[in-house]
């Protein structure tokens, strides 16, 4: 016999059976709110100076910004010592000498530098006062006119390096017996420069003496007399 308001099946009371589960709180469409984040600029206003020197982005670019500095300072010292390097390489440097034999006495001129070098003006005092030529060089030296001599063009000529010229010859039989002596009455001043426009000046007060040479900006000598030297 089946109790009334039983199921058939199972023998359960349909009020039982007709119970339902409750309801599930639909969460499915329910995300959290995500906070926005304010702009590098804004956040990175508020930090102290060196907290911001820190960030990889900083640190990146300052990075780059010394190397970009030392290669620049770099490639202006190589090309700095090129440059040194290319003047010395032709560097000229003029010599004046004495030179005396049984039979000739003479003033020679020679470039024992690396370069050619142009001579530009040529000066030669006797007692310090300016000659003019040779000829009243040994005037001076003589208190006579020789009967023979020798000399060469020196101004605007191009000696090569070990070039040798000869300014002044004189046979040794036209000369004074003292004239080691008298010789040290001659000065010479040479101006010359080198193939970048340098100029160097040769001071000899004495010819005999050591000479003195420096580096000057001058490109013509200025003499109180025209000379043809």
Same mark, same amino acid.
């Given at each position: 016999?089946?109790?009334?308001?039983?199921?058939?099946? /199972? $023998? @359960?009371? =349909?009020?039982? !059976?007709?119970?339902?589960?409750?309801?599930? +709180?639909?969460?499915? &469409?329910?995300?959290?709110?995500?906070?926005?984040?304010?702009?590098?600029?804004?956040?990175?206003?508020?930090?102290?100076?060196?907290?911001?020197?820190?960030?990889?982005?900083?640190?990146?670019?300052?990075?780059?910004?010394?190397?970009?500095?030392?290669?620049?300072? /770099? $490639? @202006?010292? =190589?090309?700095? !010592?090129?440059?040194?390097?290319?003047?010395? +390489?032709?560097?000229? &440097?003029?010599?004046?000498?004495?030179?005396?034999?049984?039979?000739?006495?003479?003033?020679?001129?020679?470039?024992?530098?690396?370069?050619?070098?142009?001579?530009?003006?040529?000066?030669?005092?006797?007692?310090?006062?300016?000659?003019?030529?040779?000829?009243?060089? /040994?005037?001076?030296?003589?208190?006579?006119?020789?009967?023979?001599?020798?000399?060469?063009?020196?101004?605007?000529?191009?000696?090569?390096?070990?070039?040798?010229?000869?300014?002044?010859?004189?046979?040794?039989?036209?000369?004074?017996?003292?004239?080691?002596?008298?010789?040290?009455?001659?000065?010479?001043?040479?101006?010359?420069?080198?193939?970048?426009?340098?100029?160097?000046? /040769?001071?000899?007060?004495?010819?005999?003496?050591?000479?003195?040479?420096?580096?000057?900006?001058?490109?013509?000598?200025?003499?109180?007399?025209?000379?043809?030297?």
């Amino acid at each position: 016999m089946i109790a009334k308001n039983a199921c058939p099946y /199972l $023998g @359960f009371p =349909e009020s039982v !059976l007709s119970l339902t589960p409750p309801k599930k +709180a639909n969460r499915m &469409h329910e995300i959290p709110e995500i906070p926005k984040l304010k702009p590098k600029s804004e956040a990175a206003a508020g930090l102290p100076f060196w907290h911001r020197l820190c960030e990889a982005e900083m640190v990146v670019g300052i990075t780059a910004l010394a190397i970009g500095l030392c290669s620049l300072f /770099l $490639g @202006f010292y =190589e090309a700095g !010592l090129q440059r040194h390097h290319a003047r010395a +390489a032709v560097w000229p &440097h003029i010599e004046i000498m004495l030179y005396n034999s049984p039979s000739v006495a003479e003033i020679r001129a020679r470039n024992a530098g690396l370069g050619p070098a142009r001579i530009d003006d040529m000066l030669v005092t006797v007692d310090g006062k300016p000659m003019r030529s040779w000829e009243e060089v /040994l005037v001076k030296m003589q208190d006579a006119p020789l009967k023979s001599y020798n000399t060469s063009q020196f101004i605007d000529r191009v000696l090569r390096p070990g070039d040798e010229v000869t300014l002044l010859a004189v046979p040794a039989s036209e000369l004074p017996a003292d004239i080691a002596k008298r010789v040290g009455r001659i000065g010479m001043t040479v101006l010359y420069s080198s193939v970048f426009d340098e100029h160097w000046l /040769l001071e000899a007060p004495a010819i005999n003496a050591k000479p003195r040479l420096t580096q000057t900006q001058e490109a013509k000598l200025s003499p109180s007399v025209e000379s043809s030297f």
